[in-house]
């Protein structure tokens, strides 16, 4: 798994979306410019094939049953993202590693990097771990 190119997609985050975010996480969209690049490098999975919950279903993982876990994230944000901006997504499966944790028991973490592009390059990447819950 580790090496699996995502298929890219194209990501917009619209002005209406923003402040919506904002609202759910307690910011002021036109004051706090940190929602809309955490929102961004955070989604830019949903807009990549075969998406969230198909890429845990490659990993052996039922995220309805499963209840796999965000582990961490780690941002990279080069230049500023612009509300109603077309950029392209990619992403890329980095890290398959199998762990057995005293409480929990066998489980895997799983790393994707997804990234943001426009026409002078990539503008800004998030580097995610999943924990996937095993038997």
Same mark, same amino acid.
């Given at each position: 798994?580790?090496?699996?190119?995502?298929?890219?997609g194209? $990501?917009?985050?619209s002005?209406? @979306? =923003? @402040?919506?975010?904002?609202?759910?996480?307690?910011?002021?969209?036109?004051?706090?410019a940190?929602? =809309?690049?955490?929102?961004?490098?955070?989604?830019?999975?949903?807009?990549?094939e +075969?998406?969230?919950?198909?890429?845990f279903?490659?990993?052996?993982? !039922?995220?309805?049953r !499963?209840?796999?876990?965000?582990?961490?994230?780690?941002? %990279?944000? &080069?230049? +500023?993202?612009?509300?109603?901006?077309?950029? &392209?997504?990619?992403?890329?499966v980095?890290?398959?590693?199998?762990?057995? #944790?005293? &409480?929990?028991?066998? $489980? %895997?973490?799983?790393t994707? @990097?997804?990234?943001?592009? !426009?026409?002078? #390059?990539?503008l800004?990447?998030?580097?995610?771990?999943?924990?996937? +819950? @095993? +038997?």
């Amino acid at each position: 798994m580790v090496g699996t190119m995502l298929e890219s997609g194209t $990501f917009v985050l619209s002005s209406e @979306r =923003n @402040r919506q975010i904002a609202r759910s996480v307690g910011g002021d969209a036109d004051a706090d410019a940190t929602i =809309n690049a955490m929102w961004a490098l955070t989604s830019g999975l949903h807009e990549l094939e +075969p998406g969230l919950k198909g890429l845990f279903a490659q990993a052996g993982c !039922d995220i309805e049953r !499963d209840g796999p876990m965000l582990g961490g994230i780690a941002l %990279d944000l &080069r230049r +500023p993202l612009a509300l109603d901006t077309p950029y &392209r997504a990619e992403g890329e499966v980095i890290g398959l590693e199998h762990k057995v #944790g005293r &409480r929990r028991g066998p $489980f %895997d973490l799983l790393t994707v @990097r997804t990234s943001l592009h !426009d026409d002078q #390059g990539e503008l800004a990447a998030a580097t995610t771990t999943y924990i996937v +819950p @095993r +038997p």
